[in-house]
């Protein structure tokens, strides 16, 4: 469960260190990137520890939401976005796949429930959705609602009066990541600009909806990219709900395969860094953690990851097993949270 409502005021009052504070100790407080940065500049053990202390702060610390993705609508996507597989001028072998039944979309629900998931997320390859490819995906969501699990969808940028009907067909969460720091993203792509998206981030808010929103990292960027990326999320008012950290997925042929592989400990860092700056927020552990490992999401969840993408498959591309994942919870006494519907 997202526990916004219970939680207490943002962590300003942890920071002890100037440069590493928010300009303002208040709940609207925002991060310059200079104090995001200083942040991942701080040694590893004070990093985790500070971390830690906003987590322990605000949500159990040993509670993580699981989230399973389903691509109801798969590849041949008409935008460019370097990182992603299911762009159609990129050929990378995924399938295309028209819009799933709303018989297989619930089926797949059921069984993400079964395996013990809270969220469903449905995410569509388009640019934006069709109104009528907009009604059917409506239905898909009054449908898993019906189960009893928190919705999410992730369908691209929407048009006026799309997020409330989504929002009454009883759709909890909108997923719209920013992706990179704004002054990076035609970098990335080039068939939208950052503006679009945030255009779109503001009416999932006012029709009601929680924000999930975050980033991909690994895509060659520098740390100052990083420091942006988050200082962009934290500094939205109201900050998200949901905050998804991906580390790119290379996939054979998208621009971005063969990239310089990020660090795993500053993949730690930036997961760090997003719960000090966004106390409140879910911070999910996203696409990546195949690469990952064990030793490496532990200390992401020691750094205050509280969610996961939970499920064999992300959208296109592989997740660990769920057995791999009950193992690990297992061991280290992690317990899913049940939903808030
Ligand atoms: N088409 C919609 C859009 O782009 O908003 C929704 C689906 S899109 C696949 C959702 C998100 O998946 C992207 O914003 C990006 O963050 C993530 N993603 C796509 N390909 C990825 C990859 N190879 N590695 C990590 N994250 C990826
Ligand atoms: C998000 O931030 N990551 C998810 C979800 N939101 C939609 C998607 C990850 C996709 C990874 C590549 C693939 O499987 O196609
Ligand atoms: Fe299309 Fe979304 Fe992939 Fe970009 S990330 S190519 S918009 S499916």
Redesign the pocket.
């Known amino acids: 469960m997202d526990n916004l409502s219970t939680a207490s005021p943002a962590g300003a009052s942890l920071m002890t260190d100037n440069e590493c504070r928010p300009s303002q100790a208040d709940s609207a407080a925002r991060w310059s990137v200079a104090a995001v940065e200083a942040l991942f500049g701080l040694p590893f053990n004070d990093l985790l520890f500070r971390a830690q202390q906003v987590h322990r702060e605000h949500h159990d610390a040993n509670a993580v939401q699981l989230s399973t ?1 389903l ?1 109801i609508k798969t590849g041949g996507c008409p935008e460019d976005c370097g ?4 762009a159609a001028r990129y050929h990378t072998g ?1 399938e295309n796949q028209a819009l799933m039944s709303l018989e297989d979309v619930v089926a797949a629900a059921k069984q993400a429930r079964e395996h013990g998931a809270t969220r469903f ?1 449905m ?1 569509a390859a388009w640019r934006g959705p069709k109104q009528r490819d907009l009604d059917r995906v409506a239905e898909m969501v009054r449908a898993v609602r019906g189960l009893g699990m928190e919705t999410c969808a ?1 369908l691209g940028m929407l048009k006026p009066g799309q997020a409330g009907q989504l929002r009454e067909a009883g759709l909890d969460y909108y ?1 719209h ?1 920013i992706d990179t720091a704004e002054d990076n993203y035609a970098n990335i792509i080039s068939t939208r600009d950052y503006g679009d998206r945030i255009d779109t981030l503001e009416q999932v808010r006012e029709a009601g909806l929680h924000v ?1 929103c ?3 990292v690994g895509m060659g960027e520098s740390r100052n990219a990083r420091a942006k990326l988050i200082a962009q999320l934290a500094n939205m008012d109201p900050c998200p709900e949901s905050v ?3 580390n790119l ?1 290379q ?1 054979p042929g998208t621009p971005l395969n063969g990239t310089d592989k990020l660090d795993p400990l500053e993949f730690v860092r930036t997961i760090a860094c997003a719960r000090i700056t966004m106390p409140r927020a879910m911070v ?1 552990l ?3 953690r195949q690469e990952l490992g064990d030793a490496v999401q532990v200390l992401c969840f020691m750094a205050g990851a509280n969610s996961i ?1 939970y499920g064999e ?7 660990p097993d769920v057995e791999n994942d009950r193992s690990l919870f297992a061991r280290l006494g992690l317990k899913p949270l049940a939903p808030s519907v």
Do not use: D, E, H, M
């Open positions: 993705l691509s990182y992603c597989p299911q995924v997320c995410g992730t997923n990541n999930c975050g980033g991909i998804p950290i991906n997925v996939v999910r996203s696409a990546g993408f498959k992300l959208l296109t591309t592989g997740n």
